[in-house]
Structures are given as structure tokens and as C-alpha cells.
């Protein structure tokens, strides 16, 4: 109640304070002077845009996906986590988290983080720097999205605000500094000679989004612990199907159908037609990774499983989402092929042998295939297409000869895992120690929605709950 | 039966007549001359026709919103509502709709209504023509399925198939001819000389398709009386809680996602860069509307309630439609949140107070916050912008010292609520007294599913009722 | 689970295969080449992309619209089929089916089938192949999953796998290289003679796509039999009631606003501004078709059905599919409203008179309308636009004095039938009398969701199934 009331108060003094020190007669407000020296202007803006409107429309894929995976009993919750984390993402990148990422990066220090364009104010009042605000605050918006899965049917909602603030702001701007912004990570002269020619590159966020959200997950999930009967006495784990297979699937639909949006887009322009070929590899990627799950789970037990199916699209997605641009259809098959077997692996080792409890394998999709698809742009990067662009150097990996390039991107594995699961660690740690961040057991059993929101998401159902084992943990 | 076979001979008659008459050799119906004449054409076309694909896919968002927050035992009649009031406001916006609003307007009688271009008949056919008509149609059928949300669970379907055959065709039309076609409101003399070269505007509908839906929702909802068990004996409202707020949340994302469509789009061009700056304030103003109803339920009622986020998502989007290309991204985060406090206590006020019952919020969300939005347009567009374009006038408003710009918007408004209001109560008074407009008890009772279509959109789930408490009126 | 590990192999080889022979010099890879010699390169790419990404998304619509009509013990099986279909049929097409459908053309074999760039490989890596590569493959992956709703509720999954990869592989991309690809159909020259000056035309693939689907669907869903308690034992057919119309309904939304980029973007490009009207014709045939089935039931069963007027839009769609960039919106109007007779009269005749069991309609939406559009496309093409571009002959139909052109439509609507149909009862044949086609009777009753996948869709809910009359065949 009282963290409720005092974010409103900081809330609206920020956004007073913006108001009154917008000044208006900055940069290019309408745009004719842009349009006059770059007359590719309108298409690509339009193209990026447009490609914007479709990753945005992925928060509500990621909705359905997971609050199909989970209980009926606190499916309101979830949705309600997906949309607030948008909003709230959307008002703290607006207020700092654009700055940190993509403020003027000069010097040593800019190697780290930015430090202008808060609240989008002086010169940031430029269409064409609005326009990649807002095709960065969807990709924000999608890294912090990721973590709700992971840590559903248990975290309270007010310790999911905050973190959902936290990371927007803070923790997934200054590594996306670090890739995007002019960081260390890929503009330092020691990253950059390593690479020969280009430091570590992520085309449109393998690591920057996926990882970073996969592994705060990790975190998240971690320090949560697992939700109550999801383990028997002797750590069996237990499944406990979602409530809704067909809106989960659904929510596969929209997120693959936004995913071209995601990957064609961060070209940011469409006078780079080699976002043909990305439409074509993330085609490629999602349908290799489910025939993959499809025949191992049709293998291992006999029938095709239908949520692994799902996962195994979205495996295939995150992998490809950093290589896109810079290899071929059958590198793409390949790495939608591997990325099938690291999800169906990764939900095996965090249920069977860590024991950590993902409902909706969150992180094996997003953060061991973000990481992969990092390592897979460093193998087959193939010299066709350049550092974001038709111009300069070509991009090449290992498989075509270049071995330092390979060593950027595993160094930004390194990173990228440290960084997310470090800080994720250390904010969770933090709630759990200050407000608290587990409902009750009573909660938990009766169901967030009721909890958390004093509501009921199928109110004219009659539900109920699959009986599970007797010695549950 | 009688008035459906007659409607049947209406619209195959009128079909055929088209046919026979279409001159097919006039205008430009290839595109080739156009195409000559602005070789910008093609990338606004592109532009304005997949924003209108994003605004014609917002009706999925309105069923959902609409059948998520009702009953079990209406869903279907709420989905056939939308898709058939798209579907009859399409013929009809074709049949007459779009002549009155965009047809020629000369003279006194063109401040008034259009009157040509009738089923896009001779020098309609054309391709600019046509861009337009499919920008507008889709408008149009967002404003006629307004209303459905508001009426729903006791509205007789065929007095439903009436009411959108005539706001498309002839309410939504005119006023929108007032603002957008060249009518009074927006081109008089009178106005443009108290706005200071320019009469009332409203860039993408507040006004014209938000105010108007959401004012003759009011009437319709006042005309039918609330539902059975909404009200106790002594007045007390009470909670029927909506049957899915997952589907209801899937909505709010989708309406969402083509809302920046609804805004950007409006430009109808791609060359206005300043779509940039719409996309952002679309953003921030949903993100502030949703904040700030979480937080002020959150604070009124200890927990932060679902469907009134969502309403606030829905809630700052209107507000921000007719100002959003006007303001800066500060003035946009402000109108959300003050967006947010009208839909809470807009809600509030109709329901203890008037004792109107609105299912969803419609007149709260659409009504006063479009009135909301012309009134903020009113008052914070800050000259970064001109009319409609990047060029002439910049437009501003009374914090930037365009006091009489302020009146425009304040007789715009005025006029909206009369017009609406008026001709909602009017329409549906006449058709309470001739077909009727409300279903039987015993139908209502059953729900409008079995009643109207004899079918149940749910037949595999045993469904329940939420037991209400004893004194209901 | 022999063929499981069999085809795990088989992929995994032809995509190493694939690995290797990548030729990354080849073509034009970056676009820059492309982008110097063609500057509305651009504008075409992002046209042509965004539109193949809203119809990739028509795949989240037709599996809303199956489960949405069929039972809720099987909508885990539906929603798994669609997603396979196109998963499997991305990487066939991608292997094999371009190449047949796309391939270069010469000679007499050239009239049957293509043959070359298989996987992509040479020639086929640049930016123009690949992003008509991945346009087509939308297309093809539509024509796959129109078949899943017609068998339906009873399919062993294993054999729909297998059609999957027929179909994208084969039958779809030889059909459509007869229209599309240079084929016989529409560029031999007794078709051209005949027509005209141009033979078969199909502008989006009325029957490319939908017809074939349709006709292979009437195969495999007489091949199945029909479901377990559809007819009783005098043949009259029970009403087996969807499990959501509310799904349903949104499929049929999903499913119209992709279809704007289904019809528009075949154009592949924006600087054919007929776009505009092909958008036009693509609103009112929908919203015509759903007026009438609207009526028609109201008219024969006293009340307006939901699910055939979802029906009515998709017919009045497939119907204007093929004619869309040829005709007037009077045409659009009419056929639409003939449309909608089509499927109103077509899924009564296959249930009252030849008792096939097609669950959702496909039959008569798809292949039904899909030659309604053919000959509609004979009938009304009126002159205003040439062959597939502003260029060129202008295309007119019987109505306009072109009978040859008529008698070409009418050829290849015999053609696609007897392909479609043909070939799809001896593919469901081979596989009957193979591996199987159809499930035992226990698991048909038990539901496709266990029997098949191991799993259910709706565990939290309490499901029921309505009972039907006793003398059930």
C-alpha cells in the first residue's frame, strides 16, 4: 500500500517535471528537415515502425504462452504481470533506461553507459531519435517479459512491479549500452581487434534480449523456489499442466508472427533488402527447432508432445534472433535443429537434476538458446552481409575462418550470464530480504488471482485441479 | 423474419444496381497515372493500407474485451455482434456512409454533408479514392462496435443489426464530415477565425469515432435499462463478473497493438515522419493510463484490480488519439494518467451514481475520455506540428497561448455529446417503441447465446453462475 | 516410431547436405546490387514482407477457427497439427516444393515443372529469390492447414504429417506452377490463344491455394469416414457442437486481417497502387458473405447463425481471392453474396446428401469458393487492370466480352479439381492402407488428445460432452 502510493507520488512528479522542461523548438519535431536529407526517410521509417507495432504485439504471445502453461487459478495474475511490465517498462525506459542505453556515449565512461536523452527531452525531441526509442522500449519491454514465466504462480505482484521497473531502467539498458550503445563490449578497441575488424555483435538480441531475460529468470525462479507440489519428497518432479494448450499455442502464433518484426526490423531500415533473408532464416529457425522437439519428445515417450513443440519454435526463434542477418537457410535449419535439442535438454536438467522450477522453460528457451544463438552467429557468419549494414566488413565466424570473432562472442556469453544472473541474484535477494517477494502457502494454494487481485480469471467455470501424488514435498 | 427478408432484397438490389452502373473506364483504376503524378504514392499507400489492416483487426480486440468481461452464456451473441456490425458497416459505409462524410462539399450545404461518391460509383473508382475509403471504413466500423460492449446481455439482436446499419451510415458519417470532410467544425469561417487559422481538430478520433461510440453507448445502455441482478433493491451495484480475463486481456493487447495503426496511420502518409512521435505518445499514454488505474485501485481497494488496468490501457489510448500528434511525449504520459483517474471515477459514476449499467466501461473508456482527448488537445498541443501535415500553421493550444483554439475544442466537444446523445437516444427510443430493443426476461435469464442464435459458445465446459445476493430488483 | 527416427535422420542429412554446398558468393546477398539497379526495391521488399507476415499469422487463425469448432478433447491435437503443418511444410518447401513450383522453366518440362534452386542453394541466395521464397511459402503453408479442419477429430497424427509434407512439397508447388510458375496453365499457348492474349489467371490463389486445399480436404475427410455419432442410422446428420465459438470467431478475424496481406500483397509490390482497391474488394466480398449467411439462416432457421456467418466471411474471401485485382467492389459485393449461398448450400449438400463429415466447413468455404472465384474471376473481370500489373493486356471477363478468357477459367477449374482431389485420394489411400489413417474408436472417444499426445487442453476445467440421440450409427 505504501510502496503503491509513494511510486504514484514519484510517478507523477517525474512526468510534471517532464512536462514542464519539454522544450519544444529542439532538433526536428516535424520531421521536414529529416525528410529533406534522407529521402529514404518515409520507408524506412515506416518499415521499422511497422516492424515495431509487430514485437510490441509479442507481449501478448508471451502472455498467452504462459498463462496457458500455468493453472486457471492464477491465470488473471499472469496476464496482468505481462501487461504491467510493458507499462511499467515503458514509463522507466521513457525516464532513464533509453538514456543509459543509447545517451551519448563519449570516453571511457561511454564504453559503460550513456548519460543524455532522458525523458526523451532537447535534442532527443527528433523524429528519427523517437523512432528508435520506440523500436528499443518494445525490445526492453520483451527482456523483461521473459522473467514472468519463469517465476509464475508464486511471486508477489508488488515485488514483480519493481523488478519489472529495475530491469527496464537499469539492468537491461547498460548491457544493451555495452552491444547497441557504443559499450565496451562491441566498440572497445581490445573487442574490436579480437574480432578483426568488429567486437562482439548481436543482430537483434539473442544475448542483449533473450539472454539477459532468460537468466534473470534463472534468478528469479532460484530464489523463489519451486511452487508447492512440483517435487516429491525424493525431488521427482512432478508435472503440472497449464490450464489452456490452445491459447499457449496461440500465444506461440503471435510471438513467431511478431518475431519477423523482431529480426527483419533491426535492420531499421528497409533499404537493406537482406531483410529477406532474415524473414526466410527465422522461418527456417523456428520450423527446424519444432520438427526437433516433435520427433525427440515423439521418440523419448512415444507420442509428440504439443507445449514442447511450442517451446522447440521458440527455441529455433531465439537462437537465430542474433545470426540472422549473417547466415545462410541451411546454417539456419541447423541452428533451429541444435536449438530444439538444448530446449528439450534444458527443461530435462533444471526439472530432473538442478531442480529448479520453471513452469514454462523460460530459461532453457530463452537463455541457454539466447546464449547458443551468441555462439551459433560466432560459427556461421558467412562474409555476406556486413556489421549491420550492406557496407564495410564483412561478418565471419569460425567456420569461415575466424576464430577471433568466435572468441568475441563467447566472451559475450560470459558476460552477458554473469551479468544477468549476477544482478538478477542480487534483486531478488534484495525483495526477498525487504518486501518480501513469495505469497503465503494459503495464497499459493488457493491461487494468486483471488490473492493478488480479488478476482477469479473464469469466474463462470466450474474448475479443478488434477489431483497429484500423495507424498509431495 | 420479415424485416430480414426484406433487408436481404434491399441489399441485392441495391448490389446489382452498383454493378450494372460501375463506369468502370473513369479515374485513374489502375494506379499508373497516380503512380506518375506522386512517386511518393507508393510508399503511403503501403503505409496507410497496413495501418488500416492493424485498425480492421482491432474489431478481434473489441470482441474479446467485450465477451471476456461478460458472461459465458452471451459470448456468442457478443462475438456475431462485432463481427456483423463490421460487416453491415461495411456495405453501408460503402452504400452511403463514405459520400456523406467525404463526398464533394460546396457551398453552405457542404459545411453540412457530402453527397456524392455513393457505392464508390465513377470518379471514385480510383485508386486514391480507395485508399481512403478502406482508412475510413475501418474507423467507422470502430466507432459502431463501441456500443456493443455497453448494451451487452440483454440487447435484441436484430434491433443491434439496425442500430449499426445507421451509425454507419449516416451518424458516424456526418458528424465526421463536420471534423474531417470539410464540414462546419472544423473548415467555417467562424471557427478557423477563433482557432487562429484553423477550426476544431482531431487527429485521429477522440472525437469522431471514440466520443461518438461511447455517447451512444450511453444512450443505448440508459434506453435498455440495466441488467437483471446488476442493481440491488436499494440501488447497490453489483459485480457481474466478465467470463474470461485472459480472452479480455488478449483484447486490450490486441486493440492495443492496432491502435498505433489508428494513430500513426492517420497521417496517411509515410512521408510525415512525425509518425515517429505518434507511435511514442501511443505508447506512454496507454502505459500512464494502466499505471495509474493500477495504483488507484490498488490504493482504494488493497489490491490492484485487472480489468481496470486494462480499461486504463484503453482509457489513455482514447485520450491520446485526437492529440497525439500535437504533443510532446511528456504532455502524452500526463493526458494517460489523468486518463486513468476518468476511468476509474467515469466507472464509478455511472455505476453508483446514474445507475447506468455499462458491462465494460465503454461509456467511461470511449465517452469521456474522447472528450478528454479533445479538451487535452485543446490544451497542450505545443507547435511542433501543423494541420494534418508538416507544413502551415503550427498548431497550438492554450498553455502555449491559443486560448481560442481551446473554445474550438470546447465546442467540439459540446457537439460531439449532443449529436451522439441526441441521436442515440432518438434512434433508440424509435426502435424500443416499433421492434424493441431488449430481450425477455427469461431469454436474458438463459443468456442471448440460446435466445438469439440457439446455440452455446461453450458447450464442452459445465458452466456455473456466481451466486448474487438475495434483494435483487 | 521407426518413421519418427527415420525422418529425424533424413532432415538432419539433407540439412547438412545443405550446410555445406551453400555457395555464399553467389548472386547478391547483401541486396546492395539489387538496391542500385531497382531504387523502389525498397518499398516492394517491406510491401511484400509485411504482407507475408500477416499471412504466416492467417496460421493462429485457421487453428482457432478448427479447435473453435470441434470438441474440447481435441483441441490439442488441432492446434498441434496446425502448427506442425506449416513447420513441416516451411522445411519441405524449402527442400523441394520452391524448386518445383519456382524453378527455372524452359521447354516443354518447363510447361509441367521447375527444377532447380533446391534448398535455396546457387543462384537462389539473393534477396529477390529469397523474399519470394518466403512469400510463396505463406501461401503454401495456407493450402496445408485448410486440410486439417476437414479431418479433424479423428486423423492419426502420424499420417498428417506425412500429408503435410506431400502437399508443400508436391502437389501445391506443381498445381501452382502450372499458374504460377510458368506453367501450362497459364503460359502455353493454346491457354493464351484461347484467352486472349492470357490464359488461366488467379490473382491470390483462389484456386491455387484454396481449391486445392478444399479438394484434398473432400478427399482425406471421405477417405476418414466420419466421426463416431454424426449420422444415426438413417443418415441424418447430428450437430456436433465447437468448443468455442469465441475462439472460433477470433480465428475468423485473425484469418480477414491477414488476408489483406494474402490478397494486396500479391501484388508483391507498392508501386501498384491497385493495391488500394484489391484492400477495398477484399472488405466488402467478406463482409457481403457474411451478410448473407447471416440472412439466409435467419430466413430457414428463425435465428441468425454465429458459426456460418464466421463461415460466410471466409467463403465471401476465398471467393474474391482470384478476382480481387480485376474487379469493381459491385463485383466484390455480388460475389461475396453468392459466396455465401455457395457454403450455406455446399455444407448442406455434403451433410444431407453425401454424408461427408467435414467438421468446419473447409470443403465448402474453401474448394466450393475457391472455384466460385475462378469463374467469378471469368465472369467480372472488367478491364481495369492488366496481367498482374498496371501494364500489359487488361483483363476482362465473359461479362465484359472476353468468353475465350471464361473458358480458360473454366479449364483450370476442372484442373484443379481433378488435381487436388485426385491426388489427395490416392495419397490418403496409400496411407490408409499403410501406416493408417483414422484412430481406434476407443481413442476417437476418449479424445485425440490423450490417445495422440499424451496429453489434455483444458485439465483445470470440468469437461462434458452434450448427449446425442440414441440410435447413433
Request: aromatic share 14%.
Amino acid at each position: 500500500m505504501v510502496s503503491g502510493k509513494r511510486t504514484i507520488q514519484l510517478f507523477l512528479g517525474l512526468m510534471l517535471l517532464g512536462l514542464i522542461v519539454y522544450p519544444c523548438s529542439s532538433a526536428d519535431p516535424t520531421g521536414a528537415a529529416t525528410l529533406e536529407e534522407k529521402p529514404d526517410a518515409p520507408v524506412n521509417f515506416s518499415w521499422t515502425l511497422m516492424c515495431g507495432f509487430l514485437v510490441m504485439f509479442m507481449q501478448a504471445g508471451f502472455a498467452l504462452v504462459e498463462t496457458g502453461l500455468t493453472r486457471a487459478k492464477n491465470a488473471a495474475n499472469i496476464v496482468m504481470k505481462n501487461l504491467m511490465d510493458f507499462c511499467m517498462g515503458a514509463l522507466s525506459y521513457w525516464a532513464v533506461g533509453f538514456a543509459f542505453m543509447f545517451g551519448t556515449a563519449t570516453g571511457i565512461s561511454g564504453l559503460i553507459i550513456g548519460f543524455d536523452k532522458f525523458f526523451l527531452m532537447g535534442e532527443a525531441y527528433d523524429v528519427s531519435t523517437m523512432e528508435l526509442w520506440f523500436f528499443q522500449l518494445v525490445f526492453c519491454a520483451t527482456a523483461a517479459t521473459i522473467v514472468s514465466g519463469a517465476v509464475a504462480e508464486r511471486i508477489k505482484f508488488s515485488a514483480y512491479i519493481i523488478y519489472s521497473v529495475v530491469i527496464s531502467a537499469i539492468i537491461y539498458p547498460i548491457y544493451g549500452h555495452w552491444v547497441w550503445g557504443g559499450g565496451w563490449l562491441a566498440s572497445s578497441e581490445f573487442m574490436t581487434t579480437l574480432g578483426g575488424g568488429y567486437g562482439a555483435l548481436d543482430f537483434a538480441g539473442s544475448g542483449v534480449v533473450h539472454a539477459v531475460g532468460g537468466f534473470m529468470a534463472l534468478a528469479g525462479a532460484y530464489l523463489l523456489g519451486s511452487r508447492i507440489g512440483k517435487y516429491k519428497k525424493d525431488g521427482t518432479p512432478v508435472a503440472i499442466p497449464g490450464h489452456s494448450i490452445t491459447l499457449a499455442m496461440l500465444g506461440v502464433f503471435i510471438l513467431w508472427f511478431g518475431w519477423f518484426g523482431f529480426n527483419a526490423g533491426s535492420t531499421l531500415a528497409a533499404t537493406e533488402l537482406h531483410i529477406s533473408i532474415i524473414a526466410v532464416n527465422t522461418a527456417l529457425a523456428g520450423a527446424a527447432g519444432a520438427m526437433m522437439t516433435m520427433f525427440l519428445t515423439w521418440w523419448r515417450f512415444g507420442k509428440p508432445d504439443v507445449s514442447m513443440a511450442g517451446n522447440g519454435v521458440l527455441a529455433g526463434l531465439v537462437a537465430v534472433t542474433a545470426p540472422c542477418a549473417w547466415i545462410n537457410p541451411g546454417a539456419a535449419v541447423f541452428i533451429g535443429v541444435i536449438a530444439g535439442v538444448i530446449v528439450y535438454m534444458g527443461v530435462w536438467f533444471l526439472d530432473h537434476r538442478l531442480h529448479i522450477d520453471d513452469p514454462v522453460g523460460a530459461v532453457s528457451v530463452h537463455g541457454f538458446n539466447g546464449i547458443w544463438g551468441l555462439l551459433a552467429l560466432g560459427l556461421f557468419a558467412d562474409g555476406t552481409y556486413g556489421v549491420y549494414t550492406t557496407q564495410g566488413p564483412m561478418v565471419t565466424g569460425l567456420l569461415y575462418g575466424n576464430a577471433g570473432f568466435f572468441l568475441c562472442q563467447v566472451i559475450n556469453s560470459v558476460v552477458v550470464f554473469a551479468w544477468a544472473f549476477g544482478l538478477g541474484l542480487i534483486l531478488f535477494w534484495v525483495l526477498k530480504h525487504t518486501i518480501g517477494i513469495r505469497v503465503s502457502r494459503e495464497e499459493e494454494l488457493q491461487g494468486l488471482d483471488i490473492g493478488e487481485h480479488g478476482t477469479s480469471a473464469y469466474p463462470n467455470f466450474v474448475t479443478t485441479e488434477p489431483a497429484v501424488d500423495g507424498d509431495i514435498a
